[in-house]
């Protein structure tokens, strides 16, 4: 099974609104990523937040850290259509693993 | 001009043929890692690097093969024991200090025939 798990699987939003994704992970962590995937393409890295780290913010991107509830959110604000696209989180372990979810597909309309 | 290029973009295989995907960076990144993508899923870690000369196992390592002889390279074998090796092919690089995020290549599409 994979590490990482996001929540849900697929969104689809209107042009304007906020995305909100979630993902859960379980073992200890150095620090959680995000991606984002266009279709049959190579990730982007988007944004890291350390495991010390609460949340961060760049840009229209907002990332949450629970590592107590071992979790994270990616919040992307006034979504435009360019952002469709499949976004990850990643787990980096401290032996430099990097582990991926499953990934939510994020269609924004116009 | 930096970065992380994978060859070849499409591959293709006859049944019972080893075939190796190559991996390049000139980041000057210690770490180096391969993944496996099936289509609409995430991205499973087949074997990872974090300096030369050695490699470690990833979830879905059997039937895999990799070496990182020099720093730039992490090619990988997929050998015949691989049962269903018919998928998208992703390899990355990172600094490895968890400073910043990997940086990945565009692919390799393998489709046995």
């Known amino acids: 099974s994979q590490q990482g798990e996001e929540d849900p699987q697929a969104l689809s939003i209107q042009e304007g609104e906020n995305a909100t994704m979630n993902c859960s992970y379980k073992?200890?962590?150095?620090?959680l990523q995000w991606y984002r995937q266009n279709s049959g393409r190579g990730l982007v890295h988007l944004i890291l937040i350390r495991s010390n780290e609460r949340e961060k913010h760049s840009g229209r991107l907002r990332v949450t850290l629970d590592t107590s509830k071992k979790s994270s959110s990616l919040l992307i604000t006034a979504s435009r259509a360019a952002d469709t696209a499949s976004y990850f989180c990643?787990?980096?372990?401290?032996?430099?693993?990097?582990?991926f979810g499953a990934g939510t597909t994020v269609t924004v309309r116009a | 001009d930096g970065g992380i290029t994978q060859s070849p973009k499409y591959l293709f295989r006859k049944e019972g043929q080893n075939v190796t995907l190559s991996c390049e960076q000139n980041?000057?990144?210690?770490?180096m890692y391969w993944y496996r993508q099936d289509p609409g899923q995430g991205l499973r870690l087949i074997y990872y690097?974090?300096?030369?000369?050695?490699?470690q196992k990833g979830d879905i390592a059997e039937g895999y093969s990799v070496s990182r002889e020099k720093k730039e390279s992490f090619p990988l074998t997929v050998t015949s024991a691989q049962k269903n090796p018919t998928a998208f092919y992703l390899c990355a690089s990172s600094i490895g200090t968890g400073a910043q995020g990997a940086f990945f290549g565009q692919g390799t599409r393998l489709t046995v025939v």
């Open positions: 073992t200890s962590i150095n620090n």
């Open positions: 990643a787990t980096e372990e401290n032996d430099y693993k990097l582990s």
């Open positions: 690097s974090q300096i030369v000369n050695d490699f």
């Open positions: 980041l000057n990144h210690d770490a």
